[in-house]
């Protein structure tokens, strides 16, 4: 191999070593996020950027998690950056890589920009809901910054995408993915109004599918959500492993969406139960996040192949 296939060799396996620590980091983030609400410490910085008026704040508990959160949406939107000049530089020539990484770059300056309104604005819950939107956005474009090759990756030429999945399956998919941001964020809501404990069993609700009062019905709703989207991308998977018997990486990215979403509903579960403690809480919003950025990588790899994989095949590889 010559000297200058293996520096872009060198440089692709940076960019997804990057990239794949940026998904790491705005994973962590995310959760982090969780712990900075539900322990109430978001309002523990009433000012933004700086902390109390200062770079480095009194040592306190909900200060210091709440300035931690902020240190760590630094460092994310760091590695989102260099995952865009990384990609700028060795795979120029792949759309998806390059969409990918500067999608993800604006989504996390307009997540720590929302993050700043979110302080000024004493944490009013829309904002709260549009930031967690923008961080799991984030996520998946991240996710598919790293799934992302250069076209001379491609096993398939010019047509990379899978034609054997019908438009039912592709449908059912697409509507698994967005059902499941969507009760993300419901969930969100629901914990921003206070309305997360409201049932006190699981599944049913005091005894009772449709219970009456506002924070029940919210609450209820929201199961009821996560049931339909729990049947559409249990579906998704099956599909997925039936596919992936010419494909390892799509059949163990089918079983562990499976895996993570099946963990979040018993946290679930646990939170009606043993009551919304922080811990169990913010549990549950890192075991979501995981189904979401895991049936993002699923139907990158299930739909298109030739562009994106767990594995990326370099010039000379086979």
């Not at 997360?196 to 029940?216: H, R, V, Y």
């Not at 039936?242 to 509903?265: K, P």
Request: proline fraction near 5%; charged fraction near 10%.
């Amino acid at each position: 191999m010559s000297q200058v296939a293996a520096g872009t060799r060198s440089g692709r396996a940076r960019y997804r070593a990057v990239t794949l620590a940026s998904l790491a980091a705005a994973i962590a983030q995310v959760a982090l996020g969780g712990v900075v609400r539900v322990t109430g410490s978001g309002d523990a910085c009433p000012d933004w950027p700086l902390c109390h008026g200062q770079i480095i704040p009194p040592l306190d508990y909900h200060i210091w998690l709440e300035f931690t959160h902020r240190l760590a949406a630094t460092a994310v939107g760091l590695l989102v950056v260099a995952s865009l000049v990384l990609a700028w530089r060795h795979l120029r020539a792949s759309k998806p890589a390059i969409l990918a990484t500067a999608a993800s770059t604006v989504l996390v300056v307009a997540a720590a920009i929302l993050g700043g309104l979110t302080v000024l604005s004493e944490l009013s819950w829309w904002t709260r809901l549009i930031h967690l939107g923008l961080a799991e956005l984030t996520v998946a474009g991240l996710a598919v910054a790293w799934l992302a090759g250069p076209p001379d990756d491609r096993s398939d030429g010019p047509q990379s995408r899978d034609t054997s999945i019908s438009t039912r399956d592709r449908s059912m998919a697409w509507a698994g993915l967005s059902g499941l941001l969507v009760t993300i964020l419901f969930g969100s809501y629901m914990v921003g109004m206070n309305y997360g404990a409201a049932c006190p069993s699981w599944p049913l609700c005091i005894g009772n599918q449709l219970p009456g009062g506002t924070p029940f019905v919210i609450n209820m709703t929201h199961r009821y959500m996560v049931a339909i989207v729990a049947v559409l991308v249990l579906r998704t998977c099956f599909v997925a492993w039936r596919q992936g018997a010419a494909r390892g990486q799509l059949r163990w990215l089918a079983a562990l969406t499976a895996g993570f979403l099946v963990i979040e509903i018993g946290v679930g579960a646990l939170t009606a139960w043993m009551g919304s403690t922080p811990f169990i809480a913010s549990l549950h919003l890192v075991f979501a996040t995981m189904s979401w950025v895991s049936m993002v990588l699923m139907i990158a790899v299930q739909f298109d192949p030739g562009t994106f994989r767990v594995r990326p095949r370099y010039p000379g590889r086979r």
